[in-house]
């Protein structure tokens, strides 16, 4: 889209001002688009790593197959997942505190001894699959705001700066021609004049 401008002295002022006001904002914008480039690995290598950590665990547990069948069903369950808000970069983003759990009462008499072992087991598995799907929404709303930064970074450095700079140029370039035509005109008529008072005085 190219710049609008008027051939003026009050069009050229405010140009100035908006190419100061971009070529001030540009290395931020370029600090902040190459931190959230660093975040969003950060927080998909974490995504990942919990994935392959559930994986991992899920494959440790195998050898308690067996035993699942005996769990009662419904003993524990995610009661609530409490999220911090945080701020990157100006980006909103979530941030795990804690989960709250519901584990009903049980007969430790009358249950297997491993019923114990068993909920702090699916605990943490809980706690993992969770923590990862925070860490995969953390990178995603960082990744769009960084997609979002280097559109923005581009417009200015590839479009808007130099757009600034050739209609500034454009009018100086106009007011610098009406000024000559001006001086020309102007001497062009002295000279005129000079000629006259000449004449007449001959």
């Known amino acids: 889209m190219p710049v609008k401008f008027q051939y003026n002295k009050t069009s050229l002022n405010e140009l100035n001002k908006q190419l100061k006001i971009r070529t001030r904002a540009l290395p931020t914008l370029k600090n902040k688009e190459s931190a959230l480039r660093l975040e969003v690995k950060r927080a998909k290598k974490r995504s990942d790593e919990l994935q392959e950590q559930l994986a991992a665990a899920l494959d440790g547990y195998g050898y308690l197959a067996g035993l699942w069948t005996e769990f009662e069903p419904g003993l524990i369950a995610?009661?609530?997942?409490?999220?911090e808000t945080m701020k990157f970069a100006g980006v909103k983003v979530p941030e795990l505190r804690e989960i709250l759990y519901d584990v009903k009462d049980f007969d430790l008499f009358r249950k297997p001894v491993w019923y114990s072992e068993g909920i702090a087991i699916l605990k943490n598995l809980a706690r993992i699959g969770i923590e990862s799907e925070i860490c995969a929404e953390k990178s995603r709303l960082?990744?769009?705001?960084?997609?979002?930064?280097?559109?923005k970074v581009n417009l200015y450095e590839k479009v808007q700066i130099p757009g600034y700079h050739e209609a500034i140029l454009k009018i100086k370039r106009y007011m610098e021609d009406v000024e000559n035509l001006s001086k020309a005109s102007q001497k062009i008529v002295k000279n005129r004049h000079d000629m006259e008072e000449e004449e007449e005085n001959r």
């Open 142 to 151: 960082l990744d769009y705001s960084r997609k979002k930064t280097t559109q």
């Open 78 to 83: 995610v009661r609530d997942v409490r999220v």
